[in-house]
Structures are given as structure tokens and as C-alpha cells.
T-cell receptor, first 117, second 113 residues
Framework: GAGVSQTPSNKVTEKGKYVELRCDPI?????LYWYRQSLGQGPEFLIY????????DSGLPNDRFFAVRPEGSVSTLKIQRTERGDSAVYLC???????????????FGAGSRLTVL | RKEVEQDPGPFNVPEGATVAFNCTYS??????FFWYRQDCRKEPKLLMS???SGNEDGRFTAQLNRASQYISLLIRDSKLSDSATYLC??????????????FGQGTILTVHP
């Protein structure tokens, strides 16, 4: 597609429920990132995929969070047993690695706003 | 200490003013640097990359001081449309074409008539 697409745009759930957030990156972008942004803060890194594999998952806060990218394109961020503190905007970004400029420029999706009641 | 630190502001300036934002980073091995802009309730978008020699894009000038681990953004002749949050971004791992980017907290700018 033309840009990074994220669904749902808004998700309201109850504490303890399971949530899946989907990201469809720009076609041909090999790298895909998940960030989380709380009010008044900058985006906080969660996980980064290079192709199908998670190259760096050091930002996942605990084992309730898991992400997959089985075919190297669409990715799903999965949150188990949601807590109120998980409420945030979850941003997905993709980039074209090895670009001529050598710079890792991220293009973000509009985000999925998660509210845990 | 945070990996990337910014003054959160807010900065309130009149149209036509010049305003400067500063940012410091902790990892001396960092290789690539950026400024992103984020409008209210929107996603971050790349404003400009920051190069060692400094670079300019119209009214925007970015500077990098590797010795002090310091990045700046200067906006001249501010417009109402410049009102946004400005995010300082660093690739802390090293290398220029891969790896996570680390974002600062962001600096809020409001330009008023």
C-alpha cells in the first residue's frame, strides 16, 4: 500500500482481556517496528523485525506482550491479560533497510489507540 | 539517565520568531540522528536528518556536536503551521542503515499570531 496501515484505530477493552493489533507495512519495506506512546511522552521502542525474525525485542515490557511477522510483511502485536497501564497509542513503522542514503528513516502508521478499562 | 533528553517546553512564540530546540544523547556510539515532527493526535513524521556538518532545509537548520553529544534544531521565521511537537531521534546502536531508533520526550512548540 501507499503507507503503513494499522487496525483497529481504536480499541477499548476490559482489564484481563486479550488484544491483537495489526500492522500492514509499506510494500517492500523489510524492517518493521512497534512503538508505544503514552500521553506527553515520545514513542517508546518495543520490538523490531528484519524480515520474519525479531531482530531486537528488548523493548517488550514483559511476557504478556508478543509480536509476530510470519511472512515478512504484516505483523501482529499481541497483548495478553491486559492491564490499565497498557493503555497507550501503539505505533507501527516500517523502513527500507540499506537505502542509498544509509539512513534508517521510519514511516509510521496512524497508530492503534488502546484503552484498557 | 534517559538515552535521549529534550526540554519538553512548551515553547510559545509569536509568528516570525526564531526558536531553537536542544537535545542530548547518552550513547557516544550513535551514528544517525533525526528530527521528527508530530502533530496533535497524529503519527510522527520525518522533518529532517541531522548531519555532522550541519544542514539546512528552508527555514529549518539542524546541528550536531558529537563531542558534546548534542543536537539542535533552529526554526526561523516561525509560522502558525509550525505548531507541533518536535522529537529528537537517535540510532543508538551504531551503523547507519538498521536498528531501532530512540526518541526523546518531544518539545512542544506553539506559534501564536
Amino acid at each position: 500500500g501507499a503507507g503503513v496501515s494499522q487496525t483497529p484505530s481504536n480499541k477499548v477493552t476490559e482489564k484481563g482481556k486479550y488484544v491483537e493489533l495489526r500492522c500492514d507495512p509499506i510494500s517492500g519495506h523489510t524492517a518493521l517496528y512497534w512503538y508505544r506512546q503514552s500521553l506527553g511522552q515520545g514513542p517508546e521502542f518495543l520490538i523490531y523485525f528484519q524480515g520474519t525474525g525479531a531482530a531486537d525485542d528488548s523493548g517488550l515490557p514483559n511476557d504478556r506482550f508478543f509480536a509476530v511477522r510470519p511472512e515478512g510483511s504484516v505483523s501482529t502485536l499481541k497483548i495478553q491479560r491486559t492491564e490499565r497501564g497498557d493503555s497507550a497509542v501503539y505505533l507501527c513503522a516500517s523502513s527500507l533497510l540499506g537505502s542509498a542514503s544509509g539512513a534508517n528513516v521510519l514511516t509510521f502508521g496512524a497508530g492503534s489507540r488502546l484503552t484498557v478499562l | 539517565r534517559k538515552e535521549v533528553e529534550q526540554d519538553p517546553g512548551p515553547f510559545n512564540v509569536p509568528e516570525g520568531a526564531t526558536v531553537a530546540f536542544n537535545c542530548t544523547y547518552s550513547n557516544s556510539a550513535s551514528q544517525s540522528f533525526f528530527w521528527y515532527r508530530q502533530d496533535c493526535r497524529k503519527e510522527p513524521k520525518l522533518l529532517m536528518s541531522v548531519y555532522s556538518s550541519g544542514n539546512e532545509d528552508g527555514r529549518f537548520t539542524a546541528q550536531l556536536n558529537r563531542a558534546s553529544q548534542y543536537i539542535s534544531l533552529l526554526i526561523r521565521d516561525s509560522k502558525l503551521s509550525d505548531s507541533a511537537t518536535y522529537l529528537c531521534v537517535v540510532n543508538p546502536i551504531g551503523g547507519t542503515s538498521y536498528g531501532k531508533l530512540t526518541f526523546g520526550q518531544g518539545t512542544i512548540l506553539t506559534v501564536h499570531p
